[in-house]
Every structure is written in C-alpha cells, then in structure tokens.
C-alpha cells in the first residue's frame, strides 16, 4: 500500500536535484553499486530530459519530499517511457504503479501509435510490472560499448550545429524525417535534435549521397549530456540500409573522439539483425542486455528491414 500522504504531480525545475538523487539511488541501489549515487557518472539524463520534454515528467511525493520519479520522450508517432525510479525505501509500495497510471494517461493524450520502454531483462518484478499496463517484451536489446579510435577513418557528415540559418535547419529536418520516417511511420526525432542543440548536449550527424539521405544519428556527448563527458552515445541512428551502418558509426566515433569521449556506447535490439551485426563488425561489444516491451505488442521499429540503433532508454 501507497502512503495516504503520496501525490503524483508534474515534475518543475525545483524538482529536478531531488528527481536525480530518487535516479541515481534507485538504480544505484538495484545494480548493487557500492555507492549508488555514482549511478550515471556525470551524465545528465534527469535534468536533460525534463529540459527536453517537461510535459512527459513526474514525481511522486510523500511528506519526506520527492520519492520517485518517471520521465519519457515524444517522437512525433512514438512515446517512450524512462526513466522510472522509487528511492529504495519506496519499492513495493505502488510508488511505481500510481506513477504509471499518470504517465500513461498522459501518453494516450498525445495518441501514439508506439508507446515502448527498456527494463531488466532478468528481473522478477520489472517485466511482470510493466505488462499490467499492456507492455510485452520483445527480443532482447543489446547495450555495447567499444573504446574510441580518435584517428578512425570515416565519411564527412553534415552537422546540425552547422546549419547556416531557419531554411537550412528545415532541410536538416526533412532529411532526417525522411529517414525515420522510413524505418516507422510518424517517427519524427525532430524534438531530440533541436534538444541536443540548445542544451549543448552533442550533435546530430547527417550522411547524403547522390541518392539523397543515407544515414542520421543523434549522438550524446559531452557535460549536460545523458552520457557525460566520457562517454558518447548513440541515443537515435538510421539509416537507408545495412550497408550504410558502419560509415555512420565511424562517423559517430569520430565525434566522440572530438568531444574528448573514451568510449562509444550504442544499442540495438536483436530484431535488427543486419544492423546488430554491423556494430559488432565495428567492433562494439555488449556490457549487458536488457528487455524492448512494446505496449499492446506493436513491433514498432524492431524489425528486420529497419536499421536502427536504438536502445529504448
């Protein structure tokens, strides 16, 4: 049972330090760090994301403050749910269940075709959670890393960053759009794009050739980042097919060298075959594995003939 005093609200500003400390010490605590607070490093993921999509965050609330927290993203057709976290003295208490049923009620408002997350694959409470709500679990995502070549050979990409002025930008746009747009209908990451920009938090790359948009990735990196100044992040990838994955990921790992990253960190669910395997073939690999769940079993963009890189948190 719930504290009678328990509240779910939208999440502000003054929210936002306790918010991270609710993140960190959840996850710390289940991952069995030995400090939990540590969960994270120096990334950013709280504060980047309520910055980036503030209608999508909330806190749960005792007298003792905030206790738990959940957040998501809006991709035009798609909504994605993540994180969630309860302060440890909070679990099994229904913190988690009353967050769910604000947040989804919210989801349903803006209509998603998609509406996905990432959980533990292996934990007993996490999978049996979510599919009251209707989410079930797909194939397994694979969450790898690779040290960084900052000498890596790899094709020039365009540079949001670098657009010149509003028509440029809405060519930058379109281009993308015409890339997630084919791997689901509706996906538009327009939203991340402009958030990485005006909050410093990476770049986006976009790769043409005489055929038109061959590839487009997101990438974190950086302080204020949900990666942080070590990492760089593959947050959103596409591209027109397999053969167009590894000169996208070269790219990718160029500009985390830029950045001054250590490692490159990306993920691919396993229903993507040719595109997991063009990340291994870069020379990625998997530090652990979690779980897609789709809500009412869409498949979404986890699929064969889609060459994503995108892990769902």
Not at 100 to 112: C, H, I, N, Q, T
Not at 133 to 155: C, E, G
Request: contains cysteine.
């Amino acid at each position: 049972m719930t504290s009678p005093s328990l509240i779910v609200r939208p999440m502000t500003i003054e929210d936002v330090d306790a918010a991270d400390r609710a993140f960190r010490r959840g996850f710390g605590t289940f991952l069995g760090l030995p400090d939990p607070m540590q969960f994270g490093g120096d990334g950013q993921m709280v504060r980047y994301r309520f910055a980036a999509y503030p209608e999508l965050a909330f806190v749960a609330e005792t007298e003792e403050g905030v206790v738990g927290t959940i957040q998501g993203r809006h991709w035009g057709a798609t909504v994605g749910l993540g994180p969630i976290s309860v302060q440890p003295e909070y679990w099994g208490k229904g913190v988690a269940q009353r967050l769910l049923d604000v947040f989804l009620k919210k989801a349903e408002s803006l209509e998603p075709a998609l509406t996905s997350l990432y959980t533990f694959s292996q934990s007993p409470t996490h999978v049996p959670l979510y599919q009251k709500y209707d989410f079930w679990p797909r194939l397994l995502t694979s969450l790898m890393t690779k040290p960084i070549d900052a000498s890596v050979d790899a094709p020039e990409a365009r540079r949001f960053s670098e657009t010149a002025d509003d028509t440029d930008r809405a060519d930058f746009f379109a281009a993308c759009r015409a890339l997630t747009e084919g791997a689901f209908a509706g996906l538009v990451a327009d939203r991340e794009i402009e958030a990485v920009r005006l909050q410093g938090a990476g770049e986006t790359l976009l790769l043409v050739d005489k055929d038109g948009p061959e590839a487009m990735a997101v990438v974190h990196a950086g302080p204020g980042s949900e990666s942080g100044t070590q990492a760089a992040y593959v947050k959103f990838a596409v591209a027109r097919s397999a053969d167009k994955v590894d000169g996208l990921l070269a790219a990718c790992e160029r500009l985390g060298g830029e950045k001054g990253a250590k490692t490159m960190t990306a993920g691919v669910n396993l229903a993507c075959v040719e595109t997991y395997q063009a990340t291994r073939a870069r020379g990625f690999r998997a530090f652990t594995h979690g779980v897609a769940m789709h809500r009412f079993e869409h498949e979404g963009f986890d699929r064969r003939d889609t060459y994503v890189i995108h892990d769902e948190r």
